[in-house]
């Protein structure tokens, strides 16, 4: 089975200060890892996805990702944060079953301030 | 190209009726998968279509079922509606669909209220 950790449901930051927002999986099979952001009354928008190769992963708006297997860990980080990146967050995960279902944490909302 | 759009917005139905959710799939994708997203959690998994069959389905009762039409658009139906059923209804599409590298694009979802 999988299941996906989101520590911290809510992190608060100053503008231009790094964001950190943790996620940890389980897995029995090699993870695929994924980061979505939500805006109020939006869909969710792909940041970043993992399937295998480089660990550090690259996304939109700045943000990146490391995927540690020893750790089970698959982190977002943003250096500088923007008052624009205030959102949920949600980790995600997928890998098994033969179809691309996505296991979901629990989302973090990150407020910035000015 | 056009996105993932979902109709209708908003709805409000009442315990007991049966509602239905409309997704129109992202141009050239052939698998659209189902979410719900009760408030303040994380969207759960309720099935996936490919080529207008079901593909998988996660935890939900058989009164939640759904269709996927030629044009790859889809249908979500749920019966005899529950308090509990009131949530986002997500619908992403991915192209080609089968494996779970692929990228699903979201759309932006509909919220149901059932009182």
């Known amino acids: 089975a999988q299941s996906v950790t989101q520590l911290g449901s809510h992190v608060s930051v100053s503008e231009g200060a790094l964001v950190l927002l943790r996620c940890n999986y389980s897995s029995s099979v090699p993870p695929y890892l994924f980061w979505y952001v939500q805006y109020p009354n939006q869909g969710l928008q792909l940041l970043l996805k993992y399937t295998t190769g480089a660990t550090l992963v690259k996304g939109i708006n700045g943000f990146e990702a490391e995927f540690k297997k020893s750790e089970t860990s698959f982190h977002l980080t943003k250096p500088s944060a923007h008052m624009s990146d205030a959102a949920e967050y949600f980790c995600a995960v997928s890998g098994s079953g033969g179809y691309n279902k996505l296991i979901f944490g629990a989302g973090t909302r990150l407020a910035v301030h000015p | 190209e056009t996105g993932v759009t979902q109709s209708p917005t908003h709805l409000i139905k009442t315990r007991g009726q049966q509602v239905t959710l409309r997704c129109s799939s992202q141009s050239g994708h052939n698998t659209v998968s189902w979410y719900q997203q009760a408030l303040g959690q994380g969207p759960q998994f309720i099935f996936q279509y490919y080529r207008e069959e079901e593909n998988g389905r996660g935890n939900f009762p058989p009164r939640f079922s759904g269709l996927q039409f030629p044009n790859y658009s889809s249908e979500l139906n749920v019966n005899a509606l529950e308090l509990d059923d009131s949530a986002l209804y997500l619908c992403?599409?991915?192209?080609?669909?089968?494996?779970?590298?692929?990228?699903?694009?979201f759309g932006p979802g509909t919220r149901l209220t059932v009182l």
């Open positions: 992403a599409s991915s192209s080609p669909g089968r494996t779970s590298t692929d990228t699903q694009y």
